[in-house]
């Protein structure tokens, strides 16, 4: 089978090529870049290898393509990098690898293009396209490759034992393969996936979120977190998750499959956004529902507080997975702490001051809330679901309405601790809190408008219920 090129990449190719030929290495483009051109994915890098020392391919590359102080080198790895306008080339010679037990650090030793393909993790990646005179533009395909394609199949090209107890990390690959490109996993490489589940453990938790996230961002991103429950990899790193299994039944009253539920609300979500930490909050939004988890005779299943609990975990599920401790742990915590509030509020008859304290506790995250919100609604009763999406439409109403007129959304108090302090002669005192927070709470419940010189009159007044005079009446 013939491959061709883009004739931007022509200029590219052609001077690997030439390097190659004067250097005598035989040199093949390989991996992605193919599958991805094979599949019609869009792809700007090119990983080149070669029999032969790959640095000086590079740099001899660099030279013809007159770009040699863009080329960086990589001794400790053997490689080299060449950037040009949007194409990103890596260079690295062919090699064969053998691996210890506990370690997914392989020993290498300079191998042929033959050896190159045997080490890589799935017979997609393991397609190589010849840039030697003799058979250029050449797809060798030893495993298949184009065939699982066709299928649309991930199948790794050896014995999957020997692939995932060598790197247990290409067991995520496989899975995240599987969900960004909507392809079944070979059922021999999946029965290979649950056989080695636990070799995972050896495997950083950096490098397993890495793929993870790749997952939770992929298009229908249930699929590949339901193939890491099936395989048992889910167990290694989030087993909150797991736990939303299952159905109990009690006087023939059962709850919803929380585990089923929470991957349609991160479908959901992501037909709306690609916001990664939008997703986490989906996935995390109802992980406290197995410890809060109760029976009413009345009322039937309930999850009171699931909530706060799940907020509450948020960091810690963040901190043990190496995820980051910044506003993005704190944004994923507000949403999971605030995701029934918007719902909850069509319950009764909507007023000025809830939608005002929700605007308050939300700020700008109010419209990532409301999609979130939006995903939540799974019911298949169509009745139910009708009402609540009438309902969450009156909401969204409500909420313009009231942040139009009191402006309440990243609200800043009209009266700081300051003024009350240089108003009172005051020091930072119990006193200066107290009367911020009635300010604060007037606001809100709109007794007064949000504005400084109502705040004002209302401060002198509550300063006074606690025997505090004002120095200076002026405003």
């Known amino acids: 089978m013939e491959f061709t090129f883009y004739e931007e990449e022509l200029p590219i190719v052609?001077?690997?090529?030439?390097?190659?030929?004067?250097?005598?290495?035989?040199?093949?483009?390989?991996?992605?870049?193919?599958?991805?051109r094979l599949i019609n994915r869009p792809t700007k890098d090119l990983d080149v290898v070669c029999v032969g020392d790959g640095?000086?391919?590079?740099?001899?590359?660099?030279?013809?393509?007159?770009?040699?102080?863009?080329?960086?080198?990589?001794?400790?790895?053997?490689?080299?990098?060449?950037?040009?306008?949007?194409?990103?080339?890596?260079?690295?010679?062919?090699r064969k690898e053998s691996y210890s037990r506990n370690s997914r650090k392989p020993e290498v030793e300079p191998g042929t293009i033959e050896d190159d393909q045997n080490r890589r993790d799935f017979t997609i990646n393991a397609m190589a396209i010849s840039l030697n005179d003799k058979?250029?533009?050449?797809?060798?395909?030893?495993?298949?490759?184009?065939?699982?394609?066709?299928?649309?199949?991930?199948?790794?090209?050896?014995?999957?034992?020997?692939?995932?107890?060598?790197?247990?990390?290409?067991?995520?690959?496989?899975?995240?393969?599987a969900a960004q490109l909507d392809y079944d996993i070979d059922e021999v490489t999946l029965t290979g996936i649950k056989e080695?589940?636990?070799?995972?453990?050896?495997?950083?938790?950096e490098r397993i979120m890495t793929e993870l996230n790749k997952i939770i961002v992929s298009a229908t991103?249930?699929?590949?977190?339901?193939?890491?429950?099936?395989?048992?990899?889910?167990?290694?790193?989030?087993?909150?998750?797991?736990?939303?299994?299952?159905?109990?039944?009690?006087?023939?009253?059962?709850?919803?499959?929380n585990y089923y539920h929470t991957l349609q609300v991160l479908d959901n979500l992501a037909m709306e956004t690609e916001d990664l930490w939008l997703r986490w909050a989906?996935?995390?939004?109802?992980?406290?529902?197995?410890?809060?988890?109760?029976?009413?005779?009345?009322?039937?299943?309930?999850?009171?507080?699931?909530?706060?609990?799940?907020?509450r975990w948020v960091p810690k599920i963040f901190k043990r997975l190496k995820l980051p401790l910044d506003n993005k742990m704190r944004y994923v915590q507000k949403l999971v702490r605030l995701h029934?509030?918007?719902i909850s509020l069509t319950k009764e008859e909507i007023t000025d001051s809830a939608i005002r304290r929700l605007l308050f506790d939300a700020g700008d995250d109010i419209d990532d809330l409301m999609m979130l919100c939006k995903a939540d609604i799974t019911s298949k009763n169509d009745a139910k679901v009708k009402r609540?999406?009438?309902?969450?439409?009156?909401?969204?109403?409500?909420?313009?309405?009231?942040?139009?007129?009191?402006?309440?959304?990243?609200?800043?108090?009209?009266?700081?601790?300051?003024?009350?302090m240089d108003t009172f002669q005051l020091n930072p005192s119990r006193e200066v809190g107290i009367i911020k927070d009635s300010i604060r709470e007037a606001i809100l419940d709109g007794l007064i408008t949000n504005d400084y010189d109502a705040a004002f009159d209302f401060m002198l007044v509550e300063a006074s219920k606690l025997g505090l005079q004002a120095v200076e009446k002026s405003k």
């Open 282 to 311: 989906a996935i995390l939004h109802d992980i406290a529902k197995p410890p809060t988890k109760r029976f009413d005779k009345e009322r039937g299943w309930t999850f009171h507080g699931h909530e706060v609990v799940g907020a």
């Open 135 to 177: 058979d250029f533009g050449t797809l060798i395909d030893p495993f298949d490759g184009v065939g699982d394609i066709g299928r649309r199949l991930i199948k790794t090209p050896l014995a999957p034992g020997k692939t995932f107890s060598d790197d247990p990390l290409r067991m995520m690959r496989a899975v995240r393969f």
């Open 221 to 257: 991103p249930s699929k590949g977190i339901d193939i890491l429950s099936e395989t048992g990899l889910l167990q290694h790193f989030l087993p909150e998750f797991e736990k939303l299994r299952g159905v109990e039944i009690i006087n023939n009253i059962g709850h919803k499959d």
């Open 340 to 342: 029934l509030r918007p």
């Open 388 to 420: 609540i999406k009438e309902n969450y439409e009156k909401v969204k109403i409500k909420l313009r309405e009231v942040e139009e007129k009191d402006q309440i959304r990243n609200w800043q108090p009209p009266i700081t601790g300051q003024i009350i």
């Open 14 to 36: 052609n001077a690997i090529s030439q390097a190659a030929q004067e250097l005598g290495y035989p040199a093949f483009v390989v991996g992605g870049f193919v599958r991805d």
């Open 196 to 205: 080695n589940s636990h070799r995972l453990e050896i495997i950083s938790m």
């Open 55 to 94: 640095i000086k391919l590079a740099k001899r590359v660099g030279e013809i393509l007159k770009a040699s102080r863009q080329v960086v080198v990589f001794k400790r790895f053997g490689t080299a990098m060449l950037k040009l306008d949007e194409i990103e080339l890596e260079f690295v010679g062919a």
